[in-house]
């Protein structure tokens, strides 16, 4: 007991503790000062200077490995590897201390330290006019207003220069961002063998839309990275200018109790965050996704169109669509709760805390400070203030009696058959290819249609799918569900193999009309496919089909397709011409025995045995329609084609027969000039 009390008078009380504190306070504040400075100079060292900082796992990589679910991707935050990528990539937009991009970024930073001049001047002058508005004192109050508005040019002209340079520094961080993925996308020059454009698009899944990554993606990233700086500059110079003022007002104790605050609030705010950033890009890529079914759609507008697959298309654009909007409202939700949290801690609990400490000197008595330096501190805290179709016609369409047919308006009528009554063939930009076009095919009259480019094949097949206007005359022909279309270059859709044949149908559809998958792989036989389903993996594999096939096998697919739905008439415009000609044979066969009523554009002479009718334009707005005799034809064009290879000779016969003149006329000559001499 004695030995206790012993100890009790030999400690220190804790009034010579003040005592002593007191005595070396500013050596003490000193020390704490140099503290601070070298704990927040290490810290930033660690996370963004030090040398093989992403050397070692993320906190993000530890948590895939301890508690991360399979397959689910490693959340994004702002460690190491952040820090290591987004090095390299300051590497390419600031190359050197004397590229552009770097003097840009001088001349930001100077502008950033005299807009916070600027600010902490206007708030001097802000407490200034309300100090005279409130003692109504005249004179002083018109001369601060005065100097408001004087201040006012500089400080326009600072804020107008700092975004001005904040998008040119964009644009060039854009440039040579661009510049380097696009000497990595196709090479630096012809020598280049990478090739990462094509192993990009048929090697490598990873990246589904590059265009996308190299238009849209660069341009945000390069937007936000020029930003940043501005964003990040800004609040480091007042935070800088926030310290020195509140270690000269509460010490620097104050200062590391509020730090110590900060950085425990700071890492249970950061505990609660979500991966916004991980959400942020896959909320890009399902955007890029919808993005990529609208333009499939837009590509294959008239094929989906007279295949009547509107509503498969508007089911997968919906499925997209709807697959965005549940992601950002679930990120919306998440932002709900994140805000309450950040908001109550960033505040209202920092508020709370910056204000207890400033009120410490308040109610306590601060060793080292007197009771009068209140008033200085009161004063200072206005330091706190800163902070039906219309079509636009062009070409002909000026002229006066073109302009008259495009104005008028034919009839359409259904019926079994197509009859064309004096109907003009209108191209789509206004140009009136055939004035006037008549022509009549019943069920069972295959058309061959033939002519060159641009003289209305594609407007008549628009007319017949319902998806032009008729200009004048009168149309009798059937329903657009009784046409299809395919295209020399068919499409395929989003989906399954099975998909592919059926399409627009879906799977119960498919079964409604009695088929199953044994009747499609009939189908697959005719055209010389049957292998493609073992080949592929099955019917319910789903690929980017206009991908993997080739032209001859996408040929294949569109006349499967052809067969599954059985038309009453078939629009087929050279989609074949990738196909061999005994394959070709039997799929006309097949679709004849089938009863479909084929509408033909096409050049092979090997067609016209299966065809009735030819409609033969000549290009210059006339036509011939006449029944095909294909024997008496394919005469006709063995003797053209014998004709012209003789008219080819013809050149060549006249210069020999010019030779053999001449030649004769030498030795007519030779004997006179002999006699001469």
Known sequence: MATLSTMRQQLPSLKELTAHYVRHRPQIQRLITASFVLY??????????????????????????????????????????????????????????????ALLLAMHSAFLVFRTVLS????????????????AQTVPFLWNILRWLLVAIPATYTNSMLGFIQNKLAIAYRTRLTEAVMDQYLGKDAKDEAKVFYKMSNLDDRIKNPDQMITVDINR?????????????????????????????????????????????????????????NYAATEAALSGQLRHSHSRLVEASEEVAFYGGEQVEKYIIERDYFALVKHINRVLRM???????????????WGSLGLCICAIPVFFKIPGIKANDLGARTESKAFHSLGKFDKQLVSSASIEENARVLKGRG?????????????PIVSPNGDILVRSLSFHVKPGQHLLIVGPNGCGKSSLFRILGGLWPVYGGSVR??????????????????????????????????????????????????????????????????????????GGDKQRIAMARLFYHEPKYAILDECTSAVPLDLEK??????????????????????????????QYDGQGGYVFTELDAEKRLALQEEKQLLEQKLLAVPKMKQRLAELKALREDRAQSPIIAAAC
């Not at 932002?335 to 609990?349: D, M, Q």
């Not at 059937?478 to 299809?484: C, K, L, N, Q, V």
């Open 586 to 615: 039997v799929m006309f066969e097949h679709a004849t025995s089938l009863g479909i009523t084929l509408l033909t554009v096409s050049h092979r002479p090997s067609l016209w045995q299966y065809h009735h009718l030819i409609l």
């Open 411 to 423: 009839t359409v009528t259904d019926g079994e058959d197509i009859e064309f009554t004096n109907v």
């Open 221 to 277: 990233f390069s937007t936000s990275l020029a930003a940043i700086y501005g964003n990040v500059a800004k609040p480091v110079l007042d935070v800088i200018l926030y310290n020195y003022q509140l270690s000269r007002n509460v010490g620097a104790e104050g200062l590391v109790l509020l730090t110590i605050g900060v950085q425990a609030s700071a890492a249970l705010l950061r505990a609660l965050t979500p991966p916004f950033g």
């Open 120 to 135: 902490l001047y206007v708030a001097d002058l802000d407490g200034k006019i309300v100090s005279s508005l409130v003692r």
């Open 477 to 550: 022909k059937p329903p657009a569900e009784d046409f299809t279309y395919i295209p020399q270059r068919p499409y395929l859709s989003l989906g399954t193999l099975r998909d592919q044949i059926i399409y627009p149908h879906s799977k119960a559809q498919m079964e409604q009309r009695g088929m199953s998958d044994h009747d499609l792989y009939n189908i697959l036989a005719v055209v010389g496919m049957e292998d493609i389903v073992e080949r592929e993996g099955g019917w319910d594999v789903a690929k980017e089909w206009r991908d993997a096939l080739s």
């Open 40 to 101: 927040v100079v290490g810290t930033s060292y660690n996370s963004f200077i030090r040398p093989g900082s992403a050397t070692g796992p993320s906190r993000s990589s530890r948590r895939s490995k301890k508690g991360g679910v399979e397959g689910r991707p490693a959340r994004v935050e702002v460690d190491a590897v952040f820090y290591a990528r987004l090095k390299r990539l300051l590497r390419i937009v600031i190359p050197s201390i004397r590229s552009k991009e």
């Open 335 to 349: 932002r709900v709760w994140h805000g309450i949290v950040e908001e109550g801690i960033i505040k209202w609990l």
